[in-house]
C-alpha cells in the first residue's frame, strides 16, 4: 500500500479552499542511512501558482515484515515572498527524533500509531480505520484501499487518505477539526 520503486512519480491535484496545488512525489534512485537504516529518498514538491511552495526529501524505508518506517525529512516552506521556513524537518536519531510508522505491513483498524516522532517539530500519528474501501477519483477507480486517519499533535485537523495495493495514496480530504 504504499511501494517505494525507484523512478516512479506521481502526481497529485490538490484543491483547499478554491486554490489548486500541484504535489508532485518522486521515489528516487538515492539512498541515505539513518540509524544505521539505508532508507529510499523521497522527493516531494507542490507548486501553488507555478511557484514551488514546499521542497521536500523524505527518508523512508520497508522492513522484512512490510511495514513501511519514516526516518525523516528536510522540507522547506517557501513563502509567496520568497521567505523560506525549515520548520517540520527532523531526523531519526538526532535530537531524539524516533522513526514511525508510515504503513504496516499488515494493515487492520485498530489502534493509533506514531508516524514521525521529532519533538516539537514533527509529531505526526496514524491510524487505520477501514479496509476493501472502494475509490474513484480522476485517475480511476480503487477497490480494496486501505482507509487511514491521519493528524498531528502540534496542530488543528485531520486528514483521511485511500491507500491503493500498489499504487500508493490515491485520495485525501482534509478536516480542520479533530
Excluded at 507542490?46 to 511495514?67: F, L, M, P, R, S
Aim: proline fraction near 5%; hydrophobic fraction near 30%; include cysteine.
Amino acid at each position: 500500500y504504499f511501494p517505494l520503486v525507484p523512478g516512479t512519480t506521481l502526481t497529485y491535484f490538490e484543491e483547499d479552499k478554491g486554490e489548486v496545488s500541484e504535489n508532485v512525489v518522486t521515489v528516487t534512485h538515492d539512498t541515505r542511512i539513518v540509524m544505521g537504516v539505508t532508507c529510499t529518498v523521497v522527493h516531494d514538491t507542490v507548486t501553488k501558482d507555478g511557484k514551488i511552495a514546499e521542497d521536500t526529501y523524505d527518508w523512508i524505508a520497508q522492513d522484512k515484515q512490510g511495514n513501511v518506517w519514516y526516518f525523516g525529512e528536510a522540507t522547506q516552506e517557501i513563502s509567496p515572498g520568497g521567505a523560506v521556513s525549515t520548520l517540520g524537518s527532523w531526523e531519526a536519531g538526532v535530537n531524539g527524533g524516533q522513526p514511525g510508522i508510515l504503513m504496516p505491513g499488515d494493515p487492520k483498524p485498530g489502534a493509533p500509531y506514531r508516524q514521525e516522532y521529532g519533538r516539537g517539530e514533527a509529531e505526526d500519528m496514524g491510524q487505520i480505520v477501514a479496509l476493501n474501501e472502494s475509490v474513484t477519483v480522476p485517475a480511476g477507480t480503487y477497490a480494496g484501499c486501505v482507509k487511514t486517519d491521519e493528524w498531528s499533535l502540534l496542530e488543528a485537523g485531520n486528514e483521511n487518505k485511500w491507500y491503493a495495493k500498489g499504487v500508493g495514496v490515491v485520495k485525501t480530504t482534509r478536516s480542520i477539526e479533530r
